[in-house]
């Protein structure tokens, strides 16, 4: 059996480890790029990636770089630009000068597969309206770290949130994957 982190044990190891943020952070674009690829995505595909504006979101517009390598048409969709100087702003402009497509969040797009990088596993509370059109997209979605609108060490929903068909994580799996609403949220954890 594998050893579960809760949000601050994970928020621990993030803030011990000696390697820059950006890097940490391309490593987890290029998994997520990963699973994706896995789940299809690829040339000619169409992949709506949605991006909050943390390190959550940083992680998506790295993967959104990776995508468009394979040849996947990338639109991101921004719930909030990120803070200018943080690794998630680097992120979003590496992915602007790529030429992926970056637009506020708005109605769904047609899509083969939804990218979840909205919130991280230190949410709390309740979903923005404007994410709602996006639950019941239809496509499949792939959550970054845990599903948004999840706990993450509680694994609760308190309103509305994504279910994954799949969810990469980083490092360990978190208590929330495996508790309450968790296990149905979060379809198969890579």
């Not at 987890?28 to 390190?55: E, F, I, P, T």
């Not at 994410?131 to 609108?149: K, Q, R, T």
Request: with cysteine; aromatic share 4%; net charge negative.
């Amino acid at each position: 059996m594998r050893p579960l982190l809760s949000v601050a044990e994970m928020q621990r190891v993030d803030a011990e480890t000696s390697m820059p943020v950006d890097r940490l952070m391309d490593a987890a674009g290029y998994a997520v790029a990963g699973v994706a690829a896995d789940m299809g995505a690829g040339y000619g595909s169409r992949v709506q990636v949605l991006c909050g504006k943390g390190n959550n979101g940083g992680d998506g517009y790295v993967a959104a770089c990776y995508l468009v390598d394979r040849g996947a048409r990338v639109t991101i969709h921004q719930l909030a630009p990120p803070d200018a100087g943080t690794p998630a702003a680097r992120a979003a402009e590496r992915a602007r000068a790529r030429g992926v497509r970056i637009v506020p969040i708005g109605e769904p797009e047609s899509a083969d597969i939804v990218v979840d990088a909205l919130f991280g596993t230190g949410f709390k509370g309740e979903l923005p309206s404007v994410i709602e059109p996006w639950l019941s997209h239809g496509a499949p979605v792939l959550a970054v770290d845990v599903p948004s609108g999840l706990d993450g060490d509680t694994g609760e929903a308190l309103g509305a949130h994504f279910i994954a068909e799949r969810t990469a994580t980083f490092h360990l799996g978190k208590t929330g994957h495996h508790l309450a609403d968790g296990p149905d949220a979060c379809g198969q954890v890579s």
